[in-house]
């Protein structure tokens, strides 16, 4: 029987943090699936490149040229050390007639990330940094969790504001001055999604009642 140290010796490619596993507009036909650490995929637009999402061990991506023949959509880079298993597009499709457990769990997470791109289509243009950071945050916990801890580099990244670092800065500790997040050296954690959506509600009222 092939064990899962088998399936990493066989299918599994090591990239080093900060490495491409592909480029946008590449020609691709290998599909991955993150064993262990972290990528990024990433998009050039005018203002340069953005995350689009981070995604974690367990999580695939890359399935689209796969399925369509066209180009990748996007850039995925190793945001840490990560181990990838690669299934060429032989194997993939050989999943997918054989498991329609398989095929669900992809359509799954292809609405799963339609949905979250038009919730973060209408995050990254609002022009209320406030609203950016707080969606952000509550993207992050929904995806994966109350407690869990969100590094400054990737709030950046998510929030899209690498050119606005400081003002993210500023909502972060004015957030964890009212509780609503604690800090913990270089990460974030939101402790309650209820406490951020009242955050968000208090938001909300000051800017209807006239308070930036
Ligand atoms: P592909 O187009 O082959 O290469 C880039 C990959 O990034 C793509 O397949 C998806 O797996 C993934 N991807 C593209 N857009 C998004 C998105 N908005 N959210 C999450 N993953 C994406």
Redesign the pocket.
Known sequence: MTNENDIISQYGRKYASGEHI?K?GDH?EE?FIIHAGSVR?T?STDEGEKT??T?GAGD???????IDK???????VANEETVCIVLNEELFEQQMQRNAKIVKKILKNMSA?LR??NE?LQNLTTKDFNMRVVNTLLLHVHKNGENTTLTHKALVQQAGMEDNVSKLDEIIAAMAKAKVVSIVGDTVCVTSSGNIEKYKQYLEMKKAFGES
């Open positions: 592909f946008e691709g599909m995929i998009k689009l999402v995604l695939f991506f890359g399935e689209m040229a796969v066209g180009p990748r959509s996007a850039s995925a990330r979250a791109m973060q």
